[in-house]
């Protein structure tokens, strides 16, 4: 009899360990015992693709996080950049392992929004007591869909101009350019072919995703007109001529090969390169005597540049009142303490970050003096399968294979093709 009593007991001891440990789990993705169960902290998934030079950065920021409180701990995953969008749609559409947060890019929150898969963030914010004006506008704007918030930005990343202080010196160039006509009279008083110098090496392919958006608004183009693809226009045509002149005069190398402007600019044979943020770290230890700077206004219509932003986001199955608190304490946090960041290059979206003199101080804050005529990708779903023709034409028409205008227009027929 005792030893049927004994075992009933054991049972029961069991059923409840089990339902226990079944209680533990926060329904999101994250844990509200913590690690193992032991810390007693609500744990966060938060997953990005910054698998280059700018991870550390942002581990440091989390790092950090994790230190200044005892209630929540967030564990960054860093997945590879070329593959983010096809590991996290396998993760969204799983129960298991899913992440809480992601770091999304702008252009692709209104794809994600409408696929279903975000959740609005307004209720986080105003838990956090995080308001949309603690932002730079453009990027909010953009995530803002029918009314509601979608993600909140890390960072603006508009191409800039980066330039080679010593080569500017050698050449009696006292500042970078800010116009066509400089533009064009810098790079050829900076070009010696004699010396393998020049003074704009023009990419046939990356970044050319960021050079010839900013060039066709520059020029009073569009990429979309509002129901069509139009980067087959006599604006967009121009700027695709305008680069290719610039080989024809010699000021540029033809027949560039991926990121050869950028081992030219490295190896000081390169005086100009339009670029992102994210090379800083990258020129800092090479240690190249560099500049920063706002890219010139080439087109003759305005000045404008093509931006991109790194948002957080968070899943729409993210229910667990806990971890979406835990959510909008990191996001604040981050508003006031994402110094790291911008020393990878990045110019930060939040305002009290912008506004501070540690941001002012650095080379970087140069860049943001073009948010407030920055503009991102077309507000357009599956906008990047879309315009993807337009790369292979654009190299086409930069190495010579075809004209401008028929390198275009075999861009917008094959966009078109994209859309049905």
Known sequence: MRKKWSSLLTLVIMVALVMAGCGGQSGSGGQSSGEGGKSGKTELLFWSPFSGADGPFMKQIVDRYNASQDQ???????????????????????????????????????????????????????????????????????????GKWYGIPLDIHPLVMYYNEDLFEKAGIASPPTTREEFENATQQLTD???????????????????????????????????????NSPEAVEMVEWLRSLIDMGVSPANVQQD??????????????????????????????????????????????????HNFAVPRDVTDENVLAGIGDFLKYVASNSLDWAESGQALAAKP????????????????????????????????????????????????????????????AKSRQAIK
């Not at 004006?133 to 990027?139: I, K, M, N, R």
């Not at 066709?216 to 139009?230: I, M, P, R």
């Not at 991102?376 to 004209?403: Q, Y």
């Open 193 to 231: 072919q004699g010396a393998g110098v020049y003074g704009y090496v023009v990419p046939t392919l990356w970044p050319q995703q960021f050079i010839f958006p900013t060039l066709v608004w520059q020029n009073g183009g569009e990429l979309w007109n509002g129901s069509d693809v139009a980067y």
């Open 72 to 146: 929540y701990s967030v564990k960054f995953v860093i997945q590879p950049n070329g593959e983010y969008y096809k590991q996290l749609d396998v993760a969204l559409s799983a129960a298991k392992d899913r992440p809480d947060l992601v770091i999304m890019h702008l252009d692709q929150i209104p794809t994600y929004q409408n696929k279903g898969q975000l959740q609005a963030i307004d209720e986080i914010a105003a838990n956090a007591g995080l308001s949309k004006s603690d932002y730079v506008e453009a990027a909010i704007d953009y995530a803002t869909i029918e």
């Open 353 to 412: 970050m912008l506004e501070s003199e540690e941001f002012k101080a650095l080379p970087q804050s140069a860049i943001a003096e073009s948010f407030s005529y920055v503009q991102f990708a077309p507000d357009v779903l599956n906008w990047p399968t879309i315009s993807e023709p337009i790369w292979g034409e654009l190299n086409n028409a930069l190495l010579g294979k075809k004209p401008a205008q028929q390198a275009m227009d075999d861009a917008v």
């Open 260 to 309: 050869g402007e950028n081992t030219l600019f490295l190896q000081g044979k390169n005086a100009i390169q339009f670029n992102g943020p994210w090379m800083k770290s990258q020129f800092d230890e090479a240690g190249l005597n560099y500049g920063v700077a706002p890219v010139p206004q080439i087109g003759k219509a305005k000045q404008a540049v093509y931006g991109g932003s």
